[in-house]
């Protein structure tokens, strides 16, 4: 009994009895921990499967964008009843939104510095943003122009990491970077002269320096900050601000708290694309059902077996009983069965879900980013958090269900047993 | 109704009932005892005879601490088992009670030594080294040096019964409850365990109680009393023997 020296000395006969009945158990012993392994392998098969998925998703829609953008609010119109001066020239006697317009941000510096102090703001860019045109003798074709410092907008939607030819930082005033679909159709490479058109009307003619696949979009192209504020006739102004957060989650707070310090319109990503978060929200849902369910369905596989276990001991719980053990000791010898039978499956579970989770890494699926690395074909991701979560639900639910045989156990009157 | 003669000297009495009457309350009320006096003193040998339903596994699990009568009074080591808790109750079996059943009941999942140790570990959790000294004694004493880490299953029925009986003073108790101790065991290991008990009673001084259906036994203890239809009567004890002997002539 020297193995039980970490365990009160009361408690030593339990728990040595609990360890001797799961180790003459032989294949009820194998099942119950089997159950609870099984509950366990599905919980952390089924986060690492749906939380890779979701992560690979967001990260995938979120590195290439900024997470709140900051602009200059669009005049909303407004309804004559509103108006408390009808002679004030702004009033209209119809209903119409004004034409979209580049509207610059004057202040962009002391604005830059304030969204920096907003808590969760990993980096803020002054750009450049708009549409416009790109043409090599043939058609022009819809670009979305973005005029930044490329080691900045590197940070905030990456261009060097998707870099298939060329060069993006230290681009020069004269040069552009463009994505691999425009190239394509333009017929250009690394080297070419393109002609540039903003919506502004400003033409220039600026050579290919790179070309980037995101796979996602068409029809983008990136200039220096100075290039862009002279292609939509912008002077020394900018027109967006990009802010980049350490939170993903957490840039809705972000945009209300530059809304609420800046008078300027702050659009978080979360809510550009709010069907793409509550898709995940739902889907974390039903992670969250299908786990529970199978640790309830392993609880109730776990409970039937103990219950047999404790109707085939009941002689001798009746005799323990005789020889003075108490009602609190029984149900100890058969808790601790359940903590034991708990630990044993959770952890077992846990290293044969890890394995499957890493065996189903392994394979990669055909690419639809030319001149990339695959992809997996499964993006899972062994999550601790989930692996801990999935091991402490799985003994607590053990728990809950060896405590019903256990006082079933406790209860049994050795007088009635052992007739 | 009358208390049994004691032939030995008197010692302290351990068991003493009054009145004891036991119903069962099931579907229809039967009644089991109907009135019980009894005394049982420090190292006397009672054996208890009688026909099976007369109550006398009702009486030996009364005097065991291990079921509460519906009326009269039990006192076991000076206590009224009535006014005990439950928790109360499996101490004062632990204490002072040792229990022998037909079969051994042993743990198959523990040792001879584990198994003849288990009050102690019930009361303590662990064993001393003094506790698991004396016990091992006890096992020698009856033959089973040479089984101390054998388990039940690979031991023979009087070996486990005889281990059952040292279980049954591991805590050194005031009295120990045989329910047929040698009932299911052959003659010659049925002799050989009862002796042993009755050495064990003399040796130690310690109270046993035994239900036999063994007319043989049942002589060999200090006194006899004869439960019929819950009511208890003690036995002359010659008068006994005088009706034994002519049985054996007549076969």
């Known amino acids: 009994m020297n193995a039980m020296a970490w365990m009160p000395r009361k408690w030593r006969f339990e728990a040595t009895l609990a360890l001797r009945h799961l180790l003459t158990g032989g294949g009820q012993t194998l099942l119950t921990v089997g159950a609870v392994a099984a509950g366990v392998v599905v919980v952390v098969f089924l986060t690492s499967l749906i939380f890779g998925l979701q992560a690979r998703l967001t990260r995938m829609l979120t590195e290439s964008i900024p997470h709140v953008t ?116 333009l017929s250009v490479s690394v080297g070419d002269r393109v002609r540039i058109t903003s919506s502004a009307g400003n033409t220039e003619s600026l050579m290919v320096a790179g070309i980037y696949s995101r796979g996602q979009g068409r029809g983008g192209a990136y200039v220096t900050l100075r290039t862009g504020q002279s292609l939509f006739g912008m002077g020394n102004s900018v027109n967006v601000i990009l802010v980049k957060v350490y939170q993903l989650f957490g840039s809705d707070q972000v945009a209300d708290r530059i809304e609420s310090l800046l008078p300027y319109e702050a659009r978080s990503w979360s809510r550009e694309f709010g069907t793409f978060v509550s898709s995940l929200t739902a889907q974390s849902a039903s992670a969250y059902l299908i786990s529970t369910f ?65 065996l189903v890494s392994l394979p990669r699926q055909a690419t639809a980013r030319p001149g990339h690395v695959p992809d997996q074909l499964f993006p899972v991701e062994i999550l601790p958090v989930y692996i801990l979560g999935a091991i402490v639900a799985a003994i607590v639910a053990t728990l809950i269900a060896s405590w019903f045989p256990a006082q079933r156990a406790a209860k049994m009157n050795p007088v009635d047993v052992m007739r | ?110 040792t001879c030594l584990e198994n003849a140790l288990t009050p102690v570990l019930i009361r303590k959790g662990e064993a001393n080294a003094e506790e698991t000294a004396r016990v091992i004694a006890l096992l020698e004493r009856v033959g089973l040096g040479d089984q101390l880490h054998k388990h039940p299953d690979t ?33 010659r290991s049925g002799d050989e365990v009862f002796k042993m008990m009755r050495e064990m009673n003399r040796e130690n001084g310690v109270a046993f109680i035994m239900v036999t259906h063994d007319d043989r036994l049942a002589q060999e203890a200090d006194s006899i009393v004869m439960i019929e239809d819950g009511w208890v009567q003690a036995v002359d004890k010659h008068e006994h023997r005088r009706k034994l002997l002519s049985s054996l002539k007549e076969e």
């Open chain 1, 70 to 185: 900051v602009r200059v609010r669009d005049r909303e119109p407004v309804p004559l009843s509103m108006l408390e001066d009808l002679n004030s020239p702004l009033s209209s006697s119809r209903i119409e939104k004004q034409a979209p317009q580049l509207k610059f941000i004057d202040a962009w510096k002391q604005a830059v510095d304030v969204i920096r102090t907003v808590p969760n703001v990993r980096m803020a860019l002054p750009a450049v943003q708009g549409q416009g045109f790109a043409s090599r003798g043939g058609n022009p074709i819809g670009v979305s122009l973005t005029g930044a410092e490329p080691a900045e907008q590197d940070e905030v939607s990456p261009v060097s990491q998707d870099l298939i030819a060329g060069t993006y930082v230290g681009l020069a005033s004269d040069q552009v970077v463009i994505d691999y679909e425009l190239a394509k159709d």
């Open chain 1, 294 to 358: 199978s640790l309830i369905a392993s609880s109730f596989a776990i409970a039937s077996v103990l219950i047999v276990s404790v109707l085939q001991k009941s002689k001798q719980i009746g005799i323990l009983k005789s020889m003075g053990a108490t009602r609190s000791q029984i149900l100890r010898v058969f808790t601790m069965e359940g903590l034991a039978i708990a630990i044993a499956g959770s952890v077992s579970g846990a290293v044969l879900g890890m394995i499957l989770v890493y």
């Open chain 2, 1 to 110: 109704m009358m208390a049994p003669e004691t032939p030995e000297p008197a010692g302290r009495i351990v068991v003493e009932t009054r009145g004891l009457k036991k119903t069962y309350f099931g579907k229809v009320e039967t009644p089991v005892l109907h009135g019980i006096d009894l005394a049982i003193r420090e190292g006397q040998f009672l054996a208890i005879q009688g026909q099976s339903g007369s109550g006398k596994s009702t009486l030996l699990n009364i005097l065991g601490a291990l079921d509460i009568p519906t009326e009269g009074q039990v006192q076991i080591d000076g206590v009224d088992i009535a006014t005990l808790s439950e928790d109360q109750l499996a101490a004062l079996r632990n204490r002072v009670v040792g229990f022998v059943f037909q079969f051994h009941y042993l743990l198959d999942e523990l």
């Open chain 2, 155 to 187: 031991m023979s029925g009087g070996q486990n019964q005889r281990c059952a009986i040292i279980r049954a003073l591991a805590n050194q108790p005031k009295i120990v409850l045989a329910d047929e101790p040698t009932g299911n065991l052959d003659s």
